[in-house]
């Protein structure tokens, strides 16, 4: 137990659909991340929030769009997406985005299948 | 740019053998060195970290040593379990700058009974 939870664990949606992915931190940290893990692929950062405003968006096309409500809540809304998509979303939180030593805490991810 | 390089697996191994998984890096400062292990049906935990020259990072029975002669951070264990199996990976950040982690692309480790 990393103190970061997802929701739902488990994901299969048609390309039509709109869904959401949950990410809650229990740890007080101020920073928090979306990443795409594929098969055969790096880990791939999508977005960064800090204190609840966007520092980085990685050229993520717009059919995934961030929303941080607070510091302790992500999420990442989905919509119209491709097959290529299919993936596990993970989640991470940092203490900062900047002047600490780098760790982060994630969360077991999401399997997202999109059919 | 910073750049992380880790060995291809998958590294397969029997119970009890000793373990090395290479990773060498690029970086324009100084950077903090990660290991980050994956289990099966999970999201990464941090392993193991070593945030200066010489400095060694330990867990679990792993060990790593930050090699800023050789641009290094390799991960040892002497006897490997087949709980140990997972996806190991190496990481870096900038102490004082960038604030994104650049990772490795991941190390399959298998061990065998």
């Known amino acids: 137990e990393t103190g970061v939870t997802q929701t739902p664990r488990h994901l299969v949606m048609g390309m039509t659909n709109k869904k959401s992915l949950k990410c809650e931190q229990h740890?007080?940290?101020?920073?928090m991340y979306w990443y795409k893990q594929s098969a055969k692929k790096p880990l791939e950062l999508m977005f960064v929030?800090?204190?609840?405003?966007?520092?980085e968006n990685n050229s993520v096309p717009s059919r995934f769009s961030p929303e941080c409500p607070n510091s302790s809540h992500l999420f990442l809304h989905l919509h119209t997406l491709q097959p290529e998509d299919s993936a596990l979303y993970l989640c991470?939180?940092?203490?900062?985005?900047?002047?600490?030593?780098?760790?982060?805490?994630f969360g077991p991810g999401t399997r997202l299948t999109v059919t | 740019g910073d750049s992380v390089t880790q060995m291809e697996g998958p590294v397969t191994l029997s119970e009890e053998a000793f373990l090395t998984i290479n990773c060498t890096y690029t970086?324009?400062?100084?950077?903090?060195l990660f290991w980050y292990v994956q289990y099966p049906g999970e999201g990464l935990q941090l392993l193991l970290k070593?945030?200066?020259?010489?400095d060694k990072g330990s867990n679990k029975g792993f060990e790593a040593t930050y090699r800023k002669e050789t641009t290094s951070f390799h991960l040892e264990k002497g006897s490997v379990q087949v709980s140990d199996s997972a996806v190991y990976f190496c990481?870096?950040?900038?102490?004082?700058?960038?604030?994104?982690?650049?990772f490795g692309r991941g190390t399959s480790l298998i061990v065998h009974p």
């Open positions: 991470a939180s940092s203490q900062d985005v900047a002047g600490w030593s780098g760790e982060q805490y």
């Open positions: 970086a324009t400062g100084y950077p903090s």
């Open positions: 070593a945030t200066k020259a010489d």
């Open positions: 990481a870096l950040t900038l102490s004082g700058g960038s604030y994104i982690p650049t």
């Open positions: 929030y800090s204190l609840e405003e966007r520092v």
């Open positions: 740890l007080g940290h101020n920073a």
